[in-house]
């Protein structure tokens, strides 16, 4: 047998492998115990570590930034850490006043921070080992989003459960409660995590020399989706970490995890037809199917529609089914023309077949995503007006619409409603519409509800939003309500048709009642 110089050296290094033998590796650190017949196995086998092992890069463990947290966690709820993290965290949200309990186990030390500043630092209220009983009792001093980060004691599971001592303890989000028998829909409008070309970043993005962690983008909203049973966005960019760009002037990827955090925020119902989901071409196409599919593995009650490996994909509409509902969703958009047999986007020229499709679901309620329209235009032209009314016609029951980036008003057609435009909602990629005229500095976050006795929709809740480019909020009461106000007359502006929304006192936000369509 002829040993390389290099390989000499190293064995040099090595004990001889004799059976049942432990070593490390003097490149990797790795520990093996290997079991070997006879003295010439072992002989083998010690070469074998001393000079293939040596060539394997070291693993080391994934970096996760300092206060990552990846679950958020509800009163009443048990969570429990993974086995191999580090510092265990997750996030809540409560109003001022309320007095929380906290019961932990595994826990040598916990801190609780907060109320965090949305995008930015935490503050520390409590920090100490837990008392024996593992019982901690505290006030909350300001509304707001808190987090609770865990040393394990070594070799322990780590549980966290969070309870109400008080009468109330969970921060408000829509302004009304759903009645019994009543199914929710939330839908929002155009949504990407990061900004034009954007480093592949596992954790987070830039925007204006500002970085976010993903968990982050969402934290002044997440708490709406909790009370909605379907929850409906446009991804408006490639999933995608590849780098071969289609020419346009914006291409918008972002990472599978940035997808993650949607769907662990709530989001399970993705429109993915539209004029960024080509910016990374074919191939970008093919991972965000990968990574949907992929995503609905860990989140089985999620889907997509509008695109897919072909034409027959793209144009298929996925079958959602919540309280023995079944929901159909299709999406269609424009800006890319790929070959039939794929990867393919539905485009506006396949609505056609789009509608023949959900026409034919098996479904009880039918929804249509619908990039189109005008960028930056209040009022939608006569051809949008005629495409969304078309589409109610053919049976959709909610025309979900969305790229002008700014709020169009909302209208009733018979049993249906239309939204044409709901603006944006966190698209990092594009610019600060804060910087815009009142018209056009906020999105629109809608709840629908659907009676599942009387088989129709039955009330609308608006909320508008704003920093769409940063970290989604909810407007505060009296700029809500200014929105409000200009979303009604957008809805005026569609004719006899258009929603008139009522105004909340004490939020601001919108809602209205939808009498049944007359026979």
């Known amino acids: 047998m002829t040993v390389s110089p290099k390989c000499l050296t190293l064995l040099q290094r090595w004990p001889l492998i004799t059976s049942n033998t432990h070593a490390r590796s003097p490149h990797t650190g790795v520990m093996v115990r290997l079991v070997c017949a006879s003295a010439r196995v072992c002989l ?14 070291p693993v080391h463990a994934e970096p996760v930034p300092e206060f990552y947290t990846r679950h958020r966690v509800r009163f009443g709820e048990t969570v429990r850490a993974p086995i191999a993290a580090v510092m265990p965290a997750w996030t809540f949200d409560a109003q001022a006043g309320a007095t929380l309990v906290l019961h932990t186990t595994g826990a040598g030390l916990v801190r609780l921070r907060g109320p965090k500043v949305l995008g930015g630092d935490w503050n520390t209220i409590w920090d100490h080992r837990p008392p024996a009983s593992a019982r901690i009792q505290f006030n909350i001093p300001r509304s707001g989003r808190y987090g609770v980060f865990i040393t394990p004691t070594p070799g322990a599971p780590v549980t966290l459960r969070l309870e109400c001592a008080s009468q109330a303890c969970a921060r408000s989000a829509w302004q009304r409660s759903l009645p019994p028998q009543t199914l929710g829909i939330i839908a929002v409008g155009d949504t990407g995590l990061q900004p ?5 970043d596992r954790f987070g993005g830039y925007k204006y020399d500002e970085y976010h962690l993903y968990t982050e983008m969402l934290e002044g909203f ?10 409906i966005a446009n991804i408006e960019t490639a999933v995608t970490t590849s780098h071969a760009t289609s020419p346009k002037r914006y291409n918008f990827r972002m990472h599978p995890r940035g997808l993650s955090t949607l769907a662990q925020a709530g989001f399970d119902a993705f429109a993915m037809a539209n004029n960024h989901a080509g910016d990374y071409r074919e191939r970008g196409l093919l991972d965000s199917v990968a990574a949907l599919t992929a995503l609905r593995k860990r989140y089985p009650q999620a889907g997509y529609a509008g695109i897919g490996r072909n034409f027959a994909d793209a144009t298929r509409p996925h079958i959602f089914e919540r309280k023995g509902v079944r929901i159909a969703h299709a999406s269609v958009g424009f800006g890319f023309s790929f070959p039939r047999s794929g990867p393919y986007m539905a485009d506006l020229s396949d609505l056609g077949a789009v509608l023949a499709q959900l026409r034919k679901a098996r479904a009880d309620l039918r929804i249509l995503s619908v990039h189109f329209g005008s960028e930056l235009k209040l009022i939608p032209s006569a051809d949008a007006r005629t495409l969304a009314r078309n589409a109610i016609d053919a049976g959709v029951d909610i025309l979900h619409g969305h790229h002008p980036h700014v709020v ?10 239309i939204l044409y435009s709901l603006g944006n909602f966190l698209l990092r990629g ?5 910087t815009r005229e ?21 009330s609308l809740e608006v909320v508008p939003v704003y920093d769409m480019h940063r970290v989604v909020v909810p407007l505060e009461a009296d700029a809500a309500r200014l929105r409000i106000a200009r979303i009604n007359l957008r809805s005026r502006a569609l004719g006899a048709g258009g929603v008139v929304l009522q105004t909340d006192a004490r939020t601001g936000y919108g809602y209205a009642e939808l009498a049944a369509p007359r026979k």
């Open 44 to 57: 083998l086998l010690t070469l074998l570590l001393a000079c293939a092992i040596p060539a394997i890069p």
């Open 196 to 200: 034009h070309k954007a480093k592949n």
């Open 222 to 231: 997440e708490r709406f989706l909790d009370d909605g049973d379907l929850k």
């Open 408 to 417: 169009q008003g909302i209208e009733r057609r018979g049993g249906g409603l």
């Open 430 to 434: 594009a610019r600060n519409m804060g």
């Open 438 to 458: 009142v018209d056009k500095d906020y999105g629109a976050a809608v709840r629908i509800a659907y009676d599942l006795r009387a088989k129709r929709l039955s």
